[in-house]
T-cell receptor, first 112, second 112 residues
Framework: GESVGLHLPTLSVQEGDNSIINCAYSNSASDYFIWYKQESGKGPQFIIDIRSNMDKRQGQRVTVLLNKTVKHLSLQIAATQPGDSAVYFCAENHNQGGKLIFGQGTELSVKP | NAGVTQTPKFQVLKTGQSMTLQCAQDMNHEYMSWYRQDPGMGLRLIHYSVGAGITDQGEVPNGYNVSRSTTEDFPLRLLSAAPSQTSVYFC???????????FGPGTRLTVT
């Protein structure tokens, strides 16, 4: 069935290192992907998005890569900081309607 | 702008009781949605609306009703609460489904 999933449930990195969070999707018809960050006790916050006609998009310290051939999405965080500690979710839009489907999430822990 | 507001923040219900979770946004967004988030899991879409008067089902709609009589408000109704509906509920809005969604702070619901 259609699903959005993550390869790793937890990721621990040293402060200052780069982080890579991965996401696999199964619906080849999805045309929009988005990453959210959720801190404990709060609602998700938008990080970055990408449309299916792009392979890469950069923001401030973050980069999203989309590989449509293998249906894989990744979020790269440069120079990871303690404030980056949170759960990160990828989500995809099924272009047949208004559904934005979320993956399970990866918990990022940054060690000082 | 207040953004997306949700009330109440916390609620305890007994099995069989009914209640309405309120959601409002002041950004004139057409798209609004409700998600539930269970411990250690991602967000699952309950219902969504692409504009006033239009609603549709998400991934887990059973046991929930919605209506969208105005652009600003999107209440979620539980007609007969069940323990399986214990969760954190998030409302979100955006100008389009393929755009950044703004999330409310969430409602933590416990059904005993």
């Amino acid at each position: 069935g259609e699903s959005v999933g993550l390869h790793l449930p937890t990721l621990s990195v040293q402060e200052g290192d780069n982080s890579i969070i991965n996401c696999a999707y199964s619906n080849s018809a999805s045309d929009y992907f988005i990453w959210y960050k959720q801190e404990s006790g709060k609602g998700p916050q938008f990080i970055i998005d990408i449309r299916s006609n792009m392979d890469k998009r950069q923001g401030q310290r973050v980069t999203v890569l989309l590989n449509k051939t293998v249906k894989h999405l990744s979020l790269q965080i440069a120079a990871t900081q303690p404030g980056d500690s949170a759960v990160y979710f990828c989500a995809e839009n099924h272009n047949q309607g208004g559904k934005l489907i979320f993956g399970q999430g990866t918990e990022l822990s940054v060690k000082p | 702008n207040a953004g997306v507001t949700q009330t109440p923040k916390f609620q305890v219900l007994k099995t069989g009781q009914s209640m309405t979770l309120q959601c409002a946004q002041d950004m004139n967004h057409e798209y609004m949605s409700w998600y539930r988030q269970d411990p250690g899991m991602g967000l699952r879409l309950i219902h969504y609306s692409v504009g006033a008067g239009i609603t549709d089902q998400g991934e887990v709609p059973n046991g929930y009703n919605v209506s969208r009589s105005t652009t600003e408000d999107f209440p979620l109704r539980l007609l007969s609460a069940a323990p399986s509906q214990t969760s954190v509920y998030f409302c979100a809005s955006s100008y389009s489904v393929i755009a950044e969604q703004y999330f409310g702070p969430g409602t933590r619901l416990t059904v005993t």
